[in-house]
Every structure is written in C-alpha cells, then in structure tokens.
C-alpha cells in the first residue's frame, strides 16, 4: 500500500487482515529494518545468535515486531511500513527522532480511514519499534489507542552515541551502515556526534516529549539490556499516561518477545483497549518485576504497585580506601585508592559482605569525589559485581544460546547475551547535573558544558548506574568496581569497542570530608 505523509512524501507497508468484510484494529510495527525480512538470513542469523528456533515466527513479520500468523489469526490486522527513505519509500531517512513521530502519526490515521479497519491503532514491538512508540506517541495521533514499546532506548545522546558523555559509537555505526537502505540520503549520526558533541537542538529533537504520552502503555524492560535497559525505564517513569504497566523480565527482548505466554499476555492487553473486551487486564499488577539471582534461582512476575516496590530504602554503602570494603558508616579517616591508568590494574574495588538475604530493586548510584593527576578530565567505567561464597563472580546468560561461540562472544563484550551485574559510566568534565531532572535516586546530567578538572582539583561526581533486581545471599558479596576502562567491553558482538580517553593517575577520595558511597536500593525483609 502507498501511503502519502504530511510533506508529499510517498511511504509504502504491507498490510496483513483477516479475510471477510468485518472492520478490525490495527497494529504498526514501525522501523527501517524492511517491512517484510522474515525468514531471510540475517534474521535467521540474529535468532541464532540468541538461540531461538526459526519455527517460533512464520516468516511473515517485520523483524523484531508481531508476527502476522498469530495477530491476523486472532482478529488483528498488521501494518508493516517502509519508513522514510528506506527501500522504495520516498525521502531522507533519519535515525530515531521526532520526524519518525510525525510520519507514523500520518501512517495511523490513514490506516484509521480505510475501510477494513475499525478506527482502532496499536503499537508494537521490541527495540527501533519501541523506540518509535514513544515518538508516536507523544504525537498524540487521534486513533492511536494503545502502545507496547517491549524495550528501547528513549534518549539517543544519553543512550545510544554518547552514553556518559562519551563518544561511544560503535552500536550506532552498526545501526548506520547496516540499515536505513534506501534510493536517497540517510542520517550521517557519525558525523552529528563529531560535530555536536554536547546536548543541543539536534539532540532535544531526538528525545521524545514524555509529557505528552497519555495513551495507555504495556512497556516490558530488562536489567541486563545495556543498550535499552536506562533507556525504557526512564519513559516509563516520565511518560503521562495514568494507564501504564510494567513488566521486567529476566531475560533478552526476542525470546521474551516470541514466547507464546507473553503474546497471550499482550493479546490481553491489546483485546482490552483495541477490542473493548472486559478481559479482566484492568486488575494486572501495574508493575511485575524479576530479582536475579544469577546461580539459577531467579524470581519472575512479582507484583507491586510502583518501581521500586514501596518497601525499598535507598540506603549508603561508604567506600574505605584503607580496607577496601563497603559500610554503611561513613569512615571518620580520608584515605585515597588510586590507579594508574596505564599499568596493570587500572581499576580500585571495594567488596560488602551479607550476613543475611538481601534484595535489591531499583535505582543504585555512585556519588564519588574523585581526582585526576597528570590529566584534567577521567572517563569512569563503575560495575556491581555479585561474588558467591567463594569470592568468584557470578554472570548469566540472558539467551538460550549457550554454546561455545556464545561463551567465546561474552568473555569480554556481547552485554545483551550475558549478565555480569549493574554498570554505570561518566567522563567527569560532564559531571553538572540537570536540577529538573535528577533525583535523590536517579542523577541527570545536563551534557550542555564541559568542566576541566584543574591541578589537584578534587571534585563530586553522581553516576547513574542501571536498574537493578538482585537477591545477595549470606556469605556472598558485592564488588563496587572504578576503572578506566570499559569493564563489559561491547552492547552486541562485532562491534567498535570505546577505550576512555584517560591519561595519568586518577585517585578516588573515601572518608572524611570526601565521603564517597554507593548507594543501593535494599528491600525490606
């Protein structure tokens, strides 16, 4: 079908509906990733790489979206476009910004009009097609009912090109050079993060307006997505909508998506609000969540009202320099840990120890006092390791693929196929906070100056690390670790990796004046 947007540009999808004359609702499935891949070897390729069969899709869908056998059987129509400038769809494509809001507002309510559909839109799917329901939505197209972003970044300077306000482009070079094709231009990102380094207009346009998302959502999210992970969280705390649920699993975006308890779970949700079917999902938890326990234990689907649940405190875990151990008491004497950055190890940690069970659930932050000698700015990688009774640390697969090649992958890199705890980064001469959005839980960092550190300058830093559900038994322990280098190495395999842009001697302050913690959300027992 050739739909025509707002501008004169021709944009064309492929439309699945039941057979007969009966009006339906609509689900989008909005990327550039082809509307019709498939079953087409780089697809099979991806689910490979997680370990998903080929017979859990029909070879009908969109990459990453709803698959038309199993929507169009249940009473769906499906809507999979070509996006501007990709394949035959007339224009210049871009990446992941307000442009995509404005042609997919077009898109729906030209599908609201057509004669088969009952007024009725929807939205879904996993990473680019979630990232485009925020866009969308905060549009506010009439006939859009109900949105399903099943994770997704939400800010691409803070998520994607310069997480931390580093320069780490090797996803977004993937994503640039390995789709958007197309018979006109597409969006040189590259070369935007070159020239724009800090937040302007080029980047405030790449962020969806929040406030402005009211239609009711189903965002699903995971804490070990390092690429998606802050980013859905983030949306759905600030998304308008007083009809929003969340759901964090414990696993990787495709198996979760594909499996047939969370389609049935979504057919729920998109029967309420597409259909006005009384199903019962009104009374679903606003919120289910996991706790990992990375040793085969994890728990899944348990319900709260928020996240974090209401029975968890931000509670202060000191660094002491002298014997490199956590406490929650502040140690009365300042004693500096330092490393050089060019020797062997580059890094300091501190370890706390659990006499008892203790869970974690939300939001942890580093707030440290650091130093720099020989150099006036420090790229800081921090990661939460959990060690178990032996003081080794535990990691999990996310995947079903648990081969040698998926072993070889994530010793170092592939973060989105194997978990290895909750990370964080910041170059420090972006340290200045943005006051309208921090929290006491949650820093944000304005990325709109740059502040050099002078000769023995010592300064305060907040690094927001990712969300986190995790179970610390007795005797186990947690590894607080600051590095100059990039401790997870890559998002996906095969990628450019960062190396931080650090020189000399960085020193982090702990005791005294410069009292430097971190801060984890513990659960009440």
Not at 327 to 355: C, G, I, K, M, R
Not at 378 to 399: I, R, Y
Request: proline share 6%; glycine share 8%.
């Amino acid at each position: 079908m050739a739909i025509e947007l707002r501008d004169g540009v021709t944009v064309y999808a492929d439309v699945f509906r039941p057979v007969g004359s009966e009006k339906v609702p609509v689900i989008v499935a909005y990327s550039p990733y082809g509307k019709g891949q498939g079953t087409s070897g780089s697809v099979m390729g991806v689910f490979g790489l997680v370990g998903l069969s080929n017979s859990v899709v029909s070879g009908l869908e969109k990459f990453e979206a709803p698959d038309p056998a199993y929507w169009v059987g249940h009473g769906y129509a499906i809507c999979n476009p070509d996006i501007r400038g990709v394949v035959d769809s007339d224009g210049d494509s871009v990446l992941w910004d307000r442009q995509d809001g404005r042609d997919c507002y077009d898109i729906i309510e030209w599908l609201a009009e057509q004669p088969w559909c009952d007024g009725k839109v929807g939205m879904s799917g996993t990473s680019y097609l979630a990232v485009s329901q925020w866009f969308t939505a905060a549009e506010q197209p009439p006939h859009l009912v109900a949105i399903n972003p099943w994770e997704g970044v939400s800010d691409v300077y803070r998520d994607l090109v310069l997480r931390g306000g580093m320069p780490d482009t090797g996803f977004a070079q993937q994503l640039q050079d390995g789709s958007f094709f197309g018979k006109n231009q597409k969006e040189d990102i590259l070369a935007e993060v070159e020239k724009y380094p800090l937040m302007t207009e080029l980047w405030e346009n790449k962020i969806p307006a929040f406030e402005k998302i009211t239609v009711p959502a189903y965002i699903v999210a995971s804490y070990s997505n390092t690429l998606h992970t802050a980013g859905t969280f983030r949306a759905w705390r600030r998304i308008a909508s007083d009809e929003k649920w969340l759901r964090v699993h414990n696993g990787q975006e495709w198996p979760d998506y594909y499996d047939e308890a969370n389609r049935a779970d979504l057919q729920r949700f998109f029967d309420h609000y597409l259909k006005g079917e009384d199903n019962g999902w009104q009374q679903t938890p606003r919120v289910r969540y996991a706790v990992l326990d990375l040793n085969g234990g994890d728990q899944v689907n348990i319900a709260a009202e928020e996240f974090p649940p209401a029975d968890v405190t931000s509670t202060t875990f000191y660094l002491n320099g002298r014997t490199r151990t956590l406490s929650t008491e502040a140690p009365a004497d300042e004693v500096p840990a330092a490393y050089a950055v060019a020797f062997n190890p580059n890094a300091v940690s501190f370890l706390a120890s659990f006499d008892e069970e203790t869970t974690l659930v939300g939001y942890p932050k580093a707030h440290l006092w650091v130093e720099a000698q020989g150099s006036d700015d420090m790229d800081l990688f921090v990661l939460v390791q959990k060690l178990d009774v032996n003081g080794t640390p535990l990691q999990a697969f996310t995947v079903p693929n648990r081969s040698a090649m998926a072993h070889d992958l994530t010793d170092h890199g592939a973060t989105i196929l194997k978990y290895k705890g909750f990370d964080g980064r910041l170059r420090v001469s972006a340290r200045h906070l943005d006051e309208t959005l921090s929290t006491d839980d949650i820093p944000a960092h304005s990325f709109d100056r740059v502040e050099k550190l002078s000769p023995g300058e010592i300064v305060e830093i907040d690094v927001e690390l990712m969300p986190v559900g995790l179970v610390v038994r007795p005797g186990e322990q947690l590894r607080f670790i600051i590095s100059s280098s990039n401790l997870l190495g890559t998002l996906m395999p095969a990628i450019r990796e960062y190396v931080g842009a650090n020189v000399g001697q960085h020193i982090i302050h702990t005791g005294g004046e410069h009292a430097s913690y971190l801060q984890l959300p513990v659960q009440a027992k």
